[in-house]
């Protein structure tokens, strides 16, 4: 199986968590995977880990997942 990520380390993000919203840079890439049909990409930004469904590329598609 192929994994492809929506960022690369170095990419500038918007990153949503429980309390907040803020501007971050990609640090690290961690992909959890089952090795059959099941896989979890994680971000690791200056703040802390955060799952893919939480990355945007602007701060107006973060906005819209709202």
Known sequence: MTIETKFDIGDKVWVKDLKSISQGVIMGILIRDDGA???EVHYGCVTSP???DNVFPTKEE???SL
């Open 62 to 64: 973060l906005l819209k």
């Open 37 to 39: 049909t099941f896989y």
């Open 50 to 52: 955060v799952i893919d």
